[in-house]
């Protein structure tokens, strides 16, 4: 399955509205993974801490760039 396919289905799973623009942005985080299995433990801690940050099912592009910013920046803490 595609991973923007797996993406639209999660965010319908969860009632989330995706943003066509912010589905860019989430399939560019999920490329700093690039085992496939990891896509979706990845686009699921996304979703997770999406929604604690924003308490929002709207995903737009400028909140979603926000959260991967962060979930990048802790990803290159980790990784240093």
């Known amino acids: 399955m595609a991973v923007g ?3 639209q289905i ?3 799973i969860r009632e989330y509205d ?3 623009e912010a589905l860019a942005v989430i399939h ?3 490329t700093h993974f690039p085992r496939a299995q990891d896509h979706d433990e990845a686009l699921d801690i996304f979703l997770d801490d ?3 940050s924003h308490n929002s099912n709207v995903l737009d ?3 979603v760039h926000g959260v991967v910013r ?3 920046e ?3 803490i980790i990784n240093d």
């Open 70 to 72: 962060s979930l990048l």
């Open 74 to 76: 802790g990803l290159a």
């Open 61 to 63: 592009k400028e909140r």
């Open 28 to 30: 560019e985080f999920l």
């Open 18 to 20: 995706l943003d066509i």
């Open 5 to 7: 396919d797996k993406v």
């Open 50 to 52: 999406y929604f604690l």
């Open 10 to 12: 999660k965010c319908k």
